[in-house]
């Protein structure tokens, strides 16, 4: 009851401040001067981003602990992250791209954060295939901890070596702006407060997530206890 | 420990020599990779010449490299010798490192045929420039063979896991594929050796974090269910 | 009191929700031997991998030398013997490779000698430079005997021992399953039937449906004389 009650309790919340969110990017926020209308999707893609590197973040430490510890909550958490974690990514490449059509003219650009985000897209994709194929069992989760976390190790270090890449050879399309180019306080409050929406989002969504499958858990103890009571009623 | 480590490569390497034939599988699969890059790409000369040839050594080195592991990993699969070496007093680490010895004298033999086809596919010429890919291409494989190493002690785990191994191996390698292709081709372009040095501190690092993400992890991995 | 060396304390073992072992107790002391009977599928392997180490239990523990099987430090290790269906040995190296190999990895002195020597025992010294890979099941079953008791270890477990074995060969395997519980070593067994190893004074243990039905663990044994009847405690 209380955890159905701190879910509904965070869903509220995290409600709230889309729909603040929302009224800010489409109302309040000024036009940009050289982009126009589309940059608004920037304050989708930002915090689609922040999100999903903050889950990818959030296996890592799940598996080191599910590793350490042994316990299947942690193992748990770690899937929820990178499930929710992989949705988020996926926005961030789809907005990226919506993005960059209309004003470099190309769906794609090889700059070198949408290509670290791509990067992390695939090792998402890497992580739930192989927890796809070992099925549901202790192996499945070791694999995946041992895998997000050196994923995890991987990332830092596909940063730099993307940005150098970039540097040392530019792209071919003009880089597009960083983001902190925000002269007027009003996007900056719009960001903040699109990165708050999306973070509850977030989180509301992974406890959800995280429930139902420690539920799933739960279940597969039951199903053991429940085999082992039909087979001692079997013997007498 | 050494001396567990020193037996299992002994192993590995005798097992090769006796026609494991993986040293001839990876050669001739990087021959086959450069064929296939030479027709794709119909490379000419000058700069853009030697960054097509960089790349198509990279990219024979990234598929040989995926079959390397496999076969130095999956040579424990029969008679489910894994099993025995799990029981034995063997230190997984040691295992790893032995595991990761054997994928990494396999790639680096492969690579020394591909450095050579290379030379002769893309018309360059062998001279100090093609040693100065040397270090390149041995950090690189270096790098790969620690990752796909510690990757094929899971796929070969899982039934139909040999897609697992591209899928997670490809986008992890991608910083050292990165640094070893720039580096490459600017070593062969003659660009200057400042650019080269930075390419090369990134794949001593990745190797770094790589062999020791295994070592760590690896008796994760190599658990019984 | 002697230390058990090989025990199993309400041992279960289920597969997602089938259970595949059941509160199994027992426990086997030094220079003693305890066969587990079954038919197939009764959980036999089950139960030696798991006292192996190489699984982990879903519930209640399986021990080695009072230390739990999974996580058994490798000085320990060193101290174990395993023969199981599968044979652990390289198809493409020699016998006396495989052996020295193994000798090699135990820490086993004069790593070499020790393989020739076991070849000897195991009536394989003709084959000593021979290729595994060209082995009948017979030779692969004496080679991986062989293999598993170079070390002298102090437990012993043996899936299936006999298993493609004639008769000689079956005889062999006896007189070094005996010669080493008279060395003090705590022996594990699986058979289809238990005849050959109740001749060695094994406690003969029934599972069925992933229980031990007949007996809980006996381990006693009459030193001299070998008697047929093995003894259950209850």
């Known amino acids: 009851m209380n955890g159905r009650g701190v879910r509904l309790g965070l869903g509220l919340v995290a409600g709230a401040l889309m729909l603040a969110a929302l009224y800010m990017v489409f109302v309040y926020v000024p036009t940009e001067a050289d982009q126009g209308i589309v940059q608004r999707i920037f304050y989708f893609h930002v915090p689609c981003a922040w999100v999903a590197f903050v889950s990818f973040a959030l296996v890592a430490i799940a598996g080191i602990f599910y590793l350490w510890l042994g316990q299947q909550v942690w193992d748990d958490l770690g899937y929820a992250a990178a499930e929710t974690g992989m949705v988020f990514c996926t926005l961030v490449l789809v907005t990226g791209s919506i993005w960059a059509k209309p004003i470099w003219g190309a769906w794609w650009t090889w700059d070198s954060r949408l290509t670290t985000t791509l990067i992390l897209w695939l090792l998402y994709g890497g992580y739930l295939m192989l927890r796809a194929m070992a099925g549901d069992s202790e192996q499945g989760a070791r694999f995946g901890a041992v895998v997000g976390i050196v994923a995890a190790i991987d990332v830092p270090i596909v940063i730099v070596s993307v940005r150098l890449w970039r540097t040392i050879h530019p792209a071919v399309l003009v880089t597009r702006q960083g983001g902190h180019g925000l002269e007027d306080p009003r996007m900056v409050a719009t960001l903040l407060v699109a990165l708050a929406a999306f973070t509850a989002l977030f989180i509301w969504i992974l406890c959800l997530r995280f429930v139902t499958l420690r539920m799933h858990t739960r279940l597969g103890a039951l199903a053991r206890s429940l085999a082992l009571a039909e087979a001692a009623a079997q013997d007498s | ?225 | 009191m002697t230390a058990a060396l090989i025990e199993a304390r309400a041992l279960g073992k289920s597969f997602g929700p089938t259970p595949v072992l059941r509160d199994v107790n027992l426990s086997v002391e030094a220079g003693h031997g305890a066969a587990v009977v079954g038919a197939n599928g009764a959980g036999k392997s089950t139960l030696i991998r798991l006292l192996a180490g190489l699984a982990a239990p879903s519930l209640g523990a399986a021990m080695l030398f009072g230390e739990p099987a999974l996580s058994l430090k490798p000085a320990l290790r060193r101290r174990v013997g395993l023969l199981s269906h599968q044979s652990f040995l390289y198809p493409n190296l020699t016998a006396r490779e495989n052996l020295e190999f193994y000798a090699t990895l135990y820490g086993v002195e004069g790593a070499r000698a020790a393989a020739i020597e076991w070849l000897e025992r195991v009536a394989l010294g003709a084959a000593a430079d021979a290729r595994v890979r060209g082995f009948s099941r017979g030779m692969e079953q004496r080679l991986a005997l062989a293999r598993a008791m170079l070390a002298r270890p102090e437990v012993l477990m043996l899936d299936e021992p006999f298993a493609a074995l004639d008769a000689d060969g079956a005889a062999l395997a006896a007189a070094l399953v005996g010669e080493a519980m008279d060395r003090g070593c705590a022996v594990l067994a699986s058979a289809h039937s238990p005849s050959a190893l109740a001749e060695l004074g094994f406690a003969i243990l029934t599972l069925s449906r992933g229980k031990l039905v007949r007996g809980e663990p006996s381990t006693t044994r009459e030193s001299a004389a070998r008697p047929p009847l093995a003894r259950q405690v209850s």
């Open chain 2, 1 to 225: 420990m050494v001396s567990s480590f020193t037996a299992v490569l002994r192993k590995d390497l005798l097992l090769e020599v006796r026609g494991g034939q993986s040293t001839v599988a990876l050669g001739a699969l990087s021959l086959l990779v450069l064929v296939v890059l030479v027709f794709a790409f119909n490379p000419g000369g000058g700069e853009q010449g030697a960054e097509a040839a960089a790349g198509a050594l990279w990219v024979a080195l990234v598929f040989s490299g995926m079959l390397g592991a496999t076969r130095a990993v999956s040579a424990e699969s029969e008679n489910g010798c894994i099993r025995a070496l799990l029981m034995s007093p063997l230190d997984r680490a040691a295992l790893y490192a032995a595991k990761l010895a054997a994928a990494f004298i396999f790639m680096a033999v492969a690579e020394a045929a591909s450095i050579i086809l290379m030379v002769l596919f893309f018309n360059l010429e062998f001279d100090a420039r093609v040693m100065r890919l040397v270090p390149a291409v041995l950090l690189g494989a270096l790098g790969f063979a620690a990752l796909a190493t510690l990757l094929a002690g899971i796929s070969s785990r899982l039934r139909g896991g040999d897609l697992v191994l591209p899928l997670l191996a490809v986008p992890m390698f991608v910083p050292a594929l990165i640094a070893g292709v720039k580096a490459s081709a600017s070593a062969l372009g003659g660009a200057p050796s400042s650019e080269f040095a930075i390419w090369l501190k990134v794949l001593v690092a990745f190797d770094v974090m790589f062999v020791a993400a295994g070592y760590l992890l690896f008796e994760y991995v190599a658990r019984e269910e």
